[in-house]
T-cell receptor
Framework: SQTIHQWPATLVQPVGSPLSLECTVE??????LYWYRQAAGRGLQLLFY??????ISSEVPQNLSASRPQDRQFILSSKKLLLSDSGFYLC?????????FGQGTRLTVV | TQLLEQSPQFLSIQEGENLTVYCNSS?????LQWYRQEPGEGPVLLVTVVTGGEVKKLKRLTFQFGDARKDSSLHITAAQPGDTGLYLCAGALGNKLIFGTGTLLAVQP
């Protein structure tokens, strides 16, 4: 069966520190992969998506970057976190048009 | 610019009432999905609609895709407290999966 793992579940980081969130998928090959950010009670803002290894499309200019070093691994990074980077981050994979999500990471930048 | 606008943004109703959530766009989608999300978790897929005018039912939930494939609605009959959550529509534009602005539903017992 297809599964997605995202970690960590919660993270508290100081301003200016680096960030690395990781997401891995099992049970499928060459899925589309997505990183979203969500404000409380609101919709999902698409940050990055990838259709293959090393292929990253960025949707909004920001302090974040993404990488896909392996087919089923998607990483969200930052060199220096800002207060405005706080939020709920969600990784998803899509084998066709429907998305399946990880449990999310609650990031608080202090 | 938000491609998928949902209304209402918030909805608080009593158990047993009916409600409808709308998802509107100026773009045409080949398919549209509805998800439900609980606090602290990722969204979970409820349904996918593909054909213009299509209606799908999932127990007390009825989903409709607009004839022009630009909009969709979700109707809940006799809402229950277990229906409480954030409802999200989403559509694919090429390889991008775009989500709506969300409707936060609270069903009071």
């Amino acid at each position: 069966s297809q599964t997605i793992h995202q970690w960590p579940a919660t993270l508290v980081q100081p301003v200016g520190s680096p960030l690395s969130l990781e997401c891995t998928v099992e049970g499928t090959s060459n899925p589309n992969l997505y990183w979203y950010r969500q404000a409380a009670g609101r919709g999902l803002q698409l940050l990055f998506y990838s259709v293959g290894i090393g292929q990253i499309s960025s949707e909004v200019p920001q302090n974040l970057s993404a990488s896909r070093p392996q087919d089923r691994q998607f990483i969200l990074s930052s060199k220096k976190l800002l207060l405005s980077d706080s939020g709920f981050y969600l990784c998803a994979f899509s084998p066709n048009t429907e998305a399946f999500f990880g449990q999310g990471t609650r990031l608080t930048v202090v | 610019t938000q491609l998928l606008e949902q209304s209402p943004q918030f909805l608080s109703i009593q158990e047993g009432e009916n409600l409808t959530v709308y998802c509107n766009s100026s773009s045409v989608f080949s398919s549209l999905q509805w998800y439900r999300q609980e606090p602290g978790e990722g969204p979970v897929l409820l349904v996918t609609v593909v054909t213009g005018g299509e209606v799908k039912k999932l127990k007390r939930l009825t989903f409709q895709f607009g004839d022009a494939r630009k909009d969709s609605s979700l109707h809940i009959t006799a809402a229950q407290p277990g229906d409480t959550g954030l409802y999200l529509c989403a559509g694919a534009l090429g390889n991008k999966l775009i989500f709506g602005t969300g409707t936060l539903l609270a069903v009071q017992p």
